[in-house]
């Protein structure tokens, strides 16, 4: 297929004046969402501050892997940012339903292939797993949708001449229900959820499991996020945390 000749200039000018940048793709699920998510603002600033690095950012709301492959649309929140620093969603004028500006909540996901087969990312950077405690067979459908992610993955790795690295970033801590069964009950499911993920992801890509540097505030919230105050002292550390890993996969592209 022809590419258009608005991306064919688009990306011979990359190439020409970004000729020894590293190429970062970063995308996730809400927690990711860098309107509002502070986990989301501080991965993707801290991935822009890189030395001569290119990064592309894209986040939905509710999303699992296989969202990024069907193309579902969110209803509650998204991010995209490319690598020239152009931000969707824009703000939009005050309405009858909103006093303020406002974000829109609606956008299709963006298929996570011809991202990459677009872009063409030396370093990967995933932030998922969360909203598999809403799934119906959570642990098969990790193993079926993140493991053609990793398939794929490898395909490029094998297409390409570039080294390319990937980090997964798992979900992190959330409220444990305070009824003792329920609240054992969910304990496992995170804990297989986290499980299947890293099983699933490695070698190929490195996983930072969150839970070991996260605990959901007692109050406040929604149990899931935290996009509150208290919320953000737990996610803030969370991302330099996590970005601290993808730092040292960034190295090995770096000087490419």
Request: overall charge neutral; hydrophobic content about 40%; aromatic content about 10%.
């Amino acid at each position: 297929m022809k590419m258009p000749l608005l991306l064919t200039l688009m990306l011979s000018s990359l190439s020409i004046s970004n000729a020894n940048a590293a190429r970062i793709l970063f995308f996730g699920d809400s927690q990711s969402v860098a309107t509002y998510g502070p986990f989301g603002m501080t991965m993707n600033k801290l991935l822009r501050e890189l030395p001569n690095a290119l990064v592309t950012t894209h986040a939905r709301c509710g999303s699992v892997m296989g969202s990024w492959y069907t193309g579902w649309s969110t209803g509650c929140g998204y991010y995209d940012e490319d690598s020239f620093g152009t931000t969707l969603p824009k703000l939009h004028a005050a309405d009858a339903n909103h006093k303020t500006e406002y974000y829109p909540n609606n956008a299709p996901t963006p298929k996570i292939v011809p991202i990459i087969h677009t872009f063409l990312p030396e370093l990967i950077v995933v932030e998922m797993g969360g909203n598999y405690t809403k799934s119906k067979d959570p642990l098969n459908e990790i193993k079926s949708e993140v493991g053609t992610f990793i398939t794929d993955v490898q395909t490029y790795q094998h297409s390409t001449p570039s080294k390319v690295e990937c980090v997964w970033v798992g979900p992190p801590a959330h409220r444990i229900p305070s009824d003792p069964k329920e609240a054992a009950a969910f304990k496992k499911l995170m804990t297989d959820i986290v499980a299947t993920i890293k099983a699933t992801v490695e070698p190929t890509c490195e996983f930072f499991d969150s839970t070991l540097v996260t605990a959901y505030p007692a109050t406040g919230g929604d149990g899931t996020h935290y996009s509150f105050p208290a919320g953000a002292r737990v996610a803030i550390p969370w991302a330099e945390k996590a970005f601290a890993v993808v730092k040292t996969h960034y190295s090995q592209i770096a000087n490419h």
